[in-house]
């Protein structure tokens, strides 16, 4: 998986999968978008190449096993495929590595796989990408305990009980060189660090690197603090209490989030072309030059990653030959007339061939996404589950950003301490493995939704409206009853299990259905209430019980059920 920018840090792979014509698999990451950036553009029309596909699975509300996927020269291919396609290659990846560091690697079926999901993807869609690894063959369907979904923010607060003091670097306090903020190392020894931290409770942004000595012994029982995962598609809120001496984790309050990552920051770039150039000619050219529309994003990705609070210079963004040529063709004019036209003031034309954006035209496009996680872990703060709170861990991708490092310790770094760890890109890998090793780390969950289950419930007159009334064998019942197993917001301990006993709804009763519905509120009565839907089916057989159960007299009508939390979401 190498390759990658000029110029440009990349702890991770880019999610560019290119497929054939055919629609078989070629590359991933930097050899597939290289690959696909040098095919002939007629040639490139009949590839598929995805990027950025996994914010486009959360965003689809109605997903299924049938959803489609649009390439960026609009071919479509099922979600499913293309999910699987870049599993498959993981896990030829990760078991290839570990051969070759043990050559007596045991079989793969010896191997726990961990998956990792935006805290604010819905349960349709971590289920797809459990439908996605068994079509790529991580595990089977009869083996589903090798397989364990991790949610992002969740793996990186795992992690960042891990970090290290071994060396401190203050953020907040340092001239910046060239635009850019210039860290400024305290001292190697852990002593002297942990003496540095203690002096310096003032100054409450650093920068954390691993080496000897852990956060962990800064924290004491009780101690509270959120991660924020900011990625490049979503951004992930968790809020956790440190338990001791056992070292395991309380969720305070349930993992939230929103589609907040340095995609949006790409999608404001997008839109400022739009507005220069024209939105027809930017789909037009998106169309007809994919592979140089990729080349002018990947211009762009290393120039935002130069973009920093203090910078004064402006940033040059290189036009491929293509765009210019493309777009004199089109309009019949020069783009150095367009951006003239346009009377966008602080982006000018460069002779060389090259947009120069003055700091405040960069700033304007990080704006309205850093403006979104400002305000949504404002309010998260102020939920009254959440107080007290003593750190704040900025992880993920987006977080290397000095523009959003700056914001968030302007927003929150009077409240509590801003710590960014070193290896900020790989925290939530870091924290999957760990997680993968110990699943148990997380005692306490907030549950997501209210769950439970439809029953009927002996019909009260003044109280259930008659709608529902049911004239069964004499008997008056209530029907569409939610009997609620948890509900939302509720502390759930790990292995937890909440037991309901019911009655069979007729005599000679051998097999049931049970279809469990969820929703996002905790006040609902019935399950044709707003919001209600059916998630889950459970097929009971109940055997001789149904004849037993319908000789008791219950109050409620349904087969006995106990629902648990499992290890694992």
């Given at each position: 998986?190498?390759?990658?920018?000029?110029?440009?840090?990349?702890?991770?792979?880019?999610?560019?999968l290119l497929l054939t014509p055919e629609g078989t698999f070629h590359s991933f990451g930097y050899t597939a978008r290289d690959y696909y950036h040098d095919l002939d553009p007629e040639e490139a029309r009949e590839w598929f190449y995805f990027e950025k596909f996994?914010?486009?699975?959360?965003?689809?509300?109605?997903?299924?096993?049938?959803?489609?996927?649009?390439?960026?020269?609009?071919?479509?291919?099922?979600?499913?495929?293309?999910?699987?396609?870049?599993?498959?290659?993981?896990?030829?990846?990760?078991?290839?590595?570990?051969?070759?560091?043990?050559?007596?690697?045991?079989?793969?079926?010896?191997?726990?796989?961990?998956?990792?999901?935006?805290?604010i993807w819905k349960q349709p869609a971590k289920q797809f990408m459990r439908e996605a690894a068994y079509k790529a063959g991580l595990v089977s369907p009869e083996t589903p305990e090798q397989l364990l979904i991790a949610l992002e923010p969740e793996a990186a607060s795992i992690y960042c009980r891990k970090l290290r003091l071994h060396q401190l670097i203050e953020l907040s306090c340092r001239p910046p060189a060239n635009g850019t903020e210039t860290p400024h190392p305290i001292d190697s020894s852990f002593r002297q660090a942990r003496e540095q931290l203690r002096r310096s409770r003032h100054s409450r942004t650093f920068l954390v690197e691993?080496?000897?000595?852990?956060?962990?012994?800064?924290?004491?029982?009780g101690d509270r603090y959120i991660v924020a995962d900011c990625g490049g598609g979503t951004v992930d809120l968790t809020v956790h209490q440190i338990e001791k001496p056992q070292g395991t984790l309380k969720e305070l309050y349930k993992a939230s989030g929103g589609p907040y990552g340095a995609v949006g920051v790409d999608l404001a770039f997008e839109k400022l072309l739009c507005h220069i150039f024209g939105d027809d000619f930017i789909a037009t050219f998106?169309?007809?030059?994919?592979?140089?529309?990729?080349?002018?994003?990947?211009?762009?990705?290393?120039?935002?990653?130069?973009?920093?609070?203090?910078?004064?210079?402006?940033?040059?963004?290189?036009?491929?030959?293509?765009?210019?040529?493309?777009?004199?063709?089109?309009?019949?004019?020069?783009?150095?007339?367009?951006?003239?036209?346009?009377?966008?003031?602080?982006?000018?034309?460069?002779?060389?061939?090259?947009?120069?954006?003055?700091?405040?035209?960069?700033?304007?496009?990080?704006?309205?996404?850093?403006?979104?996680?400002?305000?949504?872990?404002?309010?998260?703060?102020?939920?009254?589950?959440?107080?007290?709170?003593?750190?704040?861990?900025?992880?993920?991708?987006?977080?290397?950003?000095?523009?959003?490092?700056?914001?968030?310790?302007?927003?929150?770094?009077?409240?509590?301490?801003v710590i960014v760890p070193q290896d900020v890109g790989l925290t939530i890998l870091k924290g999957a493995v760990l997680f993968g090793l110990d699943p148990g780390v997380v005692r306490v969950r907030r549950s997501p939704l209210t769950y439970g289950v439809g029953v009927l419930n002996k019909f009260v007159e003044g109280k259930h409206p008659r709608e529902k009334l049911l004239v069964k064998e004499g008997k008056n019942w209530c029907t569409d009853i939610f009997e609620k197993f948890v509900t939302v917001d509720q502390s759930v301990a790990l292995g937890e299990v909440v037991q309901r006993s019911y009655c069979p709804a007729r005599p000679g009763q051998r097999r049931t259905i049970i279809n469990i519905y969820c929703c996002d509120s905790d006040d609902v009565v019935y399950i044709t209430d707003p919001g209600v839907r059916k998630c889950g089916t459970i097929s009971l057989e109940l055997g001789d019980a149904g004849d037993a159960g319908a000789a008791r007299a219950g109050a409620r009508s349904a087969p006995a059920c106990s629902l648990g939390t499992p290890r694992s979401r």
């Open positions: 998986m190498g390759g990658g920018d000029p110029g440009v840090a990349n702890q991770k792979t880019p999610t560019s996994k914010m486009k699975i959360h965003s689809t509300s109605d997903l299924t096993m049938k959803t489609e996927l649009e390439a960026v020269n609009g071919k479509k291919m099922p979600a499913l495929e293309v999910s699987a396609h870049a599993l498959r290659f993981f896990k030829q990846h990760a078991v290839q590595e570990l051969k070759d560091q043990c050559p007596s690697l045991p079989e793969s079926d010896a191997i726990r796989w961990v998956l990792t999901v935006p805290a691993s080496g000897v000595g852990e956060l962990w012994s800064e924290m004491q029982a998106k169309a007809k030059r994919p592979a140089a529309w990729v080349d002018l994003t990947i211009a762009f990705e290393a120039r935002k990653r130069a973009a920093a609070p203090s910078r004064s210079s402006p940033l040059n963004i290189s036009l491929p030959f293509s765009f210019i040529d493309f777009y004199r063709k089109h309009r019949g004019h020069n783009v150095e007339t367009a951006l003239r036209k346009s009377n966008v003031n602080l982006v000018k034309w460069s002779s060389q061939g090259m947009l120069r954006m003055s700091p405040e035209a960069m700033s304007e496009l990080f704006q309205p996404t850093i403006s979104h996680i400002i305000q949504h872990i404002d309010a998260l703060l102020k939920k009254p589950e959440v107080h007290g709170i003593k750190f704040l861990f900025l992880v993920g991708g987006f977080a290397e950003s000095a523009m959003l490092q700056r914001a968030v310790q302007a927003a929150f770094g009077h409240c509590c301490r």
